[in-house]
């Protein structure tokens, strides 16, 4: 494939990621992770449906992890943000820092 079929592919594909809803990236601890209850009663998912209930094109994105502390958070957070491209981030990290 040339570099020119290349560029026109993705001048294409351009406007289609600016039509996408825009995404709230949750970054943080079991607080965030639903640990010890249902997914569906985890705060993300509630604010996702508060969100669609009023209108609002946003898409939560729970990348939170049980046991997640500051460090490893940092340790993982730049390719969670490449790999999302988030609008807002919710970071919600450090009650594990202690233990």
């Known amino acids: 494939m040339t570099l020119f079929r290349v ?15 825009p995404v709230i990236l949750v970054f943080g601890d079991s607080l965030s992770a639903a640990y010890g209850i249902p ?5 993300p ?3 996702q449906q508060r969100l669609e209930k009023n209108g609002f094109p946003h898409r939560i994105v ?7 502390t500051t460090s490893g958070g940092l340790s993982r957070i730049d390719k969670a943000l490449l790999d999302h491209k988030p609008a807002l981030v919710v970071l ?6 202690g233990l």
């Open 7 to 21: 560029t026109l592919i993705l001048m294409l594909l351009a406007p289609l990621q600016a039509l996408a809803a």
């Open 39 to 43: 997914l569906a009663q985890s705060w």
């Open 45 to 47: 998912q509630l604010l």
């Open 62 to 68: 729970n990348v939170s992890i049980s046991g997640e």
């Open 92 to 97: 919600e990290l450090g009650a594990n820092d």
